[in-house]
């Protein structure tokens, strides 16, 4: 789990300490982290697994008002989906950006109708999910890519040792791919990102073309971007 807080903007500003979270499963929390959880400023709880994944685990804040279940991945486009060319996890992200296009804007759209205060987005892991929404959202901001990319790294930080014990579990192809789709590379997010600007004209453009508007865009930028230090 961390806040996203500081992050420069484009032409002055940053992102506004506490406005965006990001995170695991919040059912990996133990006591002690609930309760402090608990007593933080939040007024969203965006969750971006399958209503599968959510069974199986169950939220520790499903009864909150808070909470919302808003699947990245759409179910109905996973079907077309064609996994022999994605032989990179780049080209999952790229894939997915094109395939679950609605479920993406749909998640976007939740932070920026969110009641005022933080919002906290999480998928299981909080990699890869919770990383496309991310720097989606940071990159339509104004926050430079390699700032988005240095974020997305962490990950790789944050879930070292858990994934390192898969990964030795396996041998061959399956080591290889599964440390793959384990990875947290700055090129990955970065391709991610590039395929948005080559397509759609950027994060803002795939957004807008996706169906955010362009008011729930100005509503998106009101709450996250602190422009006190922005130059005129």
Do not use: W
Request: charge should be negative; aromatic fraction near 4%; include cysteine.
């Amino acid at each position: 789990m961390r806040d996203l807080g500081g992050l420069p903007v484009a032409g002055g500003g940053s992102i506004r300490p506490g406005a965006l979270i990001r995170s695991d499963s919040l059912d990996r929390l133990d006591p002690d982290g609930l309760l402090a959880f608990a007593e933080q400023e939040v007024s969203l709880i965006l969750d971006l697994r399958g209503p599968g994944e959510a069974d199986q685990r169950p939220h520790p804040f499903a009864d909150d008002p808070r909470y919302r279940l808003v699947p990245m991945i759409d179910p109905r486009r996973e079907r077309t989906r064609d996994r022999s060319v994605e032989r990179t996890l780049g080209m999952i992200y790229r894939s997915s950006l094109d395939r679950n296009a609605r479920c993406i804007v749909d998640g976007v759209a939740a932070i920026a109708d969110a009641p005022p205060g933080g919002v906290v987005v999480h998928c299981a892991v909080g990699k890869d999910r919770t990383g496309m929404i991310v720097a989606l959202v940071l990159s339509a901001l104004g926050v430079p890519d390699e700032e988005i990319a240095n974020d997305y790294q962490l990950s790789a930080d944050c879930l070292r040792d858990e994934f390192d014990e898969v990964i030795a579990s396996l041998d061959g192809e399956e080591r290889a791919r599964i440390a793959e789709r384990m990875s947290s590379r700055r090129e990955t997010i970065l391709q991610m990102l590039e395929h948005a600007r080559e397509h759609y004209g950027g994060a803002e453009g795939y957004l807008l073309a996706q169906g955010l508007g362009s008011d729930r865009l100005q509503r998106l930028r009101n709450r996250l971007v602190d422009a006190g230090n922005a130059q005129s």
